[in-house]
């Protein structure tokens, strides 16, 4: 089947820095990924839909400013949580879904973000 | 707006029985398409099953059937034979719209942690 990759997979930094977070479709392209972010014990919460080559979509709530997504290539967005604090300590996944598929998207296996 | 609802957040099940994980849902969409993936301990998101709104049989893929009610606005994942690396959590998911396009977003319930008890 499909597959997406993220990297890093873990990530510790200091706050007040920034973070960049790649996800790749492997062996399909991708003119939309979404972005998710998951609290310990709870669901995925869709931050902002990426679109190649246009600006993302940011769902409701979600500060676009400080989390920048990038869709350059069609088989690459990234994520940056930029000034980073503690409150964004969180697992950071992405998806990307496969034209024509019913299968809807593939995930990423998550980045594991800890911010100190 | 449309709203994923799972009721339980924890359920247990004897190692070779079947089990059934609700999930209700509520669009104004005719269009739509119901999900269930598997997030174990690792926290990546497998796919299980797929259920369009048009589709006039219940989903199956090996061991899990979709049982989907339209009129109550149901998609209960059934997993028969539970194994005990079927322990995780189990999120059910819709897409409003698309039909055969999948670049639509997913709204995810809050889910439901399984154990399979040896």
């Known amino acids: 089947g499909a597959v997406v990759s993220q990297h890093p997979s873990w990530v510790i930094c200091k706050s007040g820095t920034s973070v960049k977070i790649e996800c790749r479709s492997l062996d399909f392209q991708a003119t939309t990924m979404f972005w998710y972010r998951q609290f310990p014990k709870q669901s995925l919460m869709l931050m902002a839909t990426s679109n190649e080559g246009s600006k993302a979509t940011y769902e409701q709530g979600v500060e676009k400013d400080k989390f920048l997504i990038n869709h350059a290539s069609l088989t690459l967005s990234t994520l940056t949580v930029t000034s980073a604090h503690p409150e964004d300590s969180s697992f950071y996944i992405c998806?990307?879904?496969?034209?024509?598929?019913?299968?809807?998207?593939?995930f990423g296996p998550g980045t594991r973000l800890l911010v100190l | 707006a449309q709203k994923i609802t799972q009721t339980q957040p924890g359920m247990f099940v004897q190692e070779k029985e079947a089990v059934t994980l609700d999930c209700t849902y509520d669009t104004s969409d005719q269009s739509y398409g119901l999900f269930w993936y598997k997030q174990p301990s690792s926290g990546e998101m497998i796919f299980l099953i797929y259920?369009?709104?048009?589709?006039?049989q219940n989903a199956t893929e090996g061991r899990y059937s979709l049982n989907f009610q339209k009129a109550r606005k149901s998609a209960n994942l059934v997993i028969s034979a539970s194994q005990l690396g079927d322990s995780a959590m189990y999120f059910c998911a819709m897409r409003e719209g698309g039909g055969m396009d999948s670049s639509y977003k997913l709204i995810f319930g809050s889910g439901t942690r399984l154990l399979v008890r040896p």
């Open positions: 998806s990307a879904p496969l034209a024509g598929g019913r299968e809807t998207q593939y």
């Open positions: 259920q369009g709104s048009y589709d006039e």
